[in-house]
Nanobody
Framework: QVQLVESGGGLVQAGGSLRLSCAAS????????MGWFRQAPGKEREFVAL????????YYADSVKGRFTISRDNAKNTVYLQMNNLKPEDTAAYYC????????????????WGKGTLVTVSS
């Protein structure tokens, strides 16, 4: 079965950096768009970033543009999220997601989900 396993979350001070990883198995990785979403306590899950199947196209939420970078290594079945200049409002559980389609950035557009990794940014 499909498994997406996130890692790399933790506690960081404002202005710091973290790199999240998501290892995928049970699917033909290169045929899936990969995305990162986040959910803060009491809030709905929201789109963060997404990368196309071959990595040629990337999309970001306005709130993270210029600070976060999504990338993928199809040889390693892994997608990454480099997060720089972190802010307290970035505190959330971050989820990796996979989509066999070609459009859409809402949680409902994604087919598979990881269990999440927690990112806490202190002020």
């Amino acid at each position: 079965q499909v498994q997406l396993v996130e890692s790399g979350g933790g506690l960081v001070q404002a202005g710091g950096s973290l790199r999240l990883s998501c290892a995928a198995s049970g699917l033909t990785f290169s045929k899936f768009r990969m995305g990162w979403f986040r959910q803060a306590p009491g809030k709905e899950r929201e789109f963060v970033a997404l990368i196309s199947q071959n990595g040629g196209s990337t999309y970001y939420a306005d709130s993270v543009k210029g600070r976060f970078t999504i990338s993928r290594d199809n040889a390693k079945n892994t997608v990454y999220l480099q997060m720089n200049n972190l802010k307290p409002e970035d505190t959330a559980a971050y989820y990796c997601a996979a989509d066999r389609g070609y459009s859409g950035t809402t949680p409902g557009d994604m087919d598979y989900w990881g269990k999440g990794t927690l990112v806490t940014v202190s002020s």
